[in-house]
């Protein structure tokens, strides 16, 4: 299948500090990408799906000043999590679909990155 | 509103012994719906995917069914490697025109040797 890059896999920073997360597709041009939040024990919340060269979309309750997408290439999307506190704290999983296969596609997954806010 | 239940929420299995997942649904326009596998702190690992019911799709012990309103993951002769986070989710057309998973809050397995 293929590979979704997703760094770092672990990140511990302060409170009130800004995290970037990246996710690039390795081997395929990737259209849209997928943002994600996971906490233990429960699924994956759709936070954002983000369109190169385009604003990302923002699912209901996640902040957008908060959670910024960018997906400057086909290639690569990033996550920064701005003015972070403890409650950021999670597994954060972003996953790349491809875009020369039509719309039945599968969506690959990154390894994700595990935030801490201290 | 899109949902999908998988159950159960955890499953013990012994080695050899077989079983199924459960995922029902309920969504306005399916566009497939997605298996996957998760380990800990770790993304999930892709295993099929299911377009029309009557399909069925296979991979090693794993077989995925599909009907109008649930999809089975049956998990035969499982082996302890086969213990991790089995997750499904239904993919569905968003306001925007692009799609999305909407993902159900998995079934733990844990097999035991």
């Known amino acids: 299948g293929a590979v979704v890059s997703q760094h770092p896999s672990r990140v511990i920073c302060k409170s009130g500090t800004s995290v970037k997360i990246e996710c690039r597709s390795l081997d395929f041009q990737a259209t849209t990408m997928f943002w994600y939040r996971q906490f233990p024990k429960q699924s994956l919340m759709l936070m954002a799906t983000?369109?190169?060269?385009?604003?990302?979309?923002?699912e209901q309750g996640v902040e957008k000043d908060k959670f910024l997408i960018n997906h400057a290439s086909l290639t690569l999307s990033t996550l920064t999590v701005t003015s972070a506190h403890p409650e950021d704290s999670s597994f954060y999983i972003c996953?790349?679909?491809?875009?020369?296969?039509?719309?039945?596609?599968?969506?690959?997954f990154g390894q994700g990155t595990r935030l801490t806010v201290v | 509103e899109d949902q999908v239940t998988q159950s159960p929420e955890a499953l013990r299995l012994q080695e050899g012994e077989s079983s199924s997942l459960n995922c029902s649904y309920t969504v306005s326009g399916l566009r497939g719906l997605f298996w996957y596998r998760q380990d800990p702190g770790k993304g999930p690992e892709f295993l099929f995917t299911l377009y029309s019911a009557g399909e069925e799709k296979e991979k090693e012990r794993l077989k995925a069914t599909l009907t109008k309103k649930e999809s089975f993951l049956h998990i035969t002769a499982p082996k302890p490697e086969d213990s991790a986070t089995y997750l499904c989710?239904?993919?569905?057309?968003?306001?925007?025109?692009?799609?999305?998973?909407?993902f159900g809050t998995g079934t733990r397995l844990l097999v035991s040797p």
């Open positions: 983000s369109n190169e060269g385009s604003k990302a979309t923002y």
């Open positions: 989710a239904v993919q569905v057309l968003m306001n925007t025109g692009f799609q999305k998973l909407v």
């Open positions: 996953s790349a679909r491809e875009s020369d296969r039509g719309t039945n596609t599968e969506a690959f």
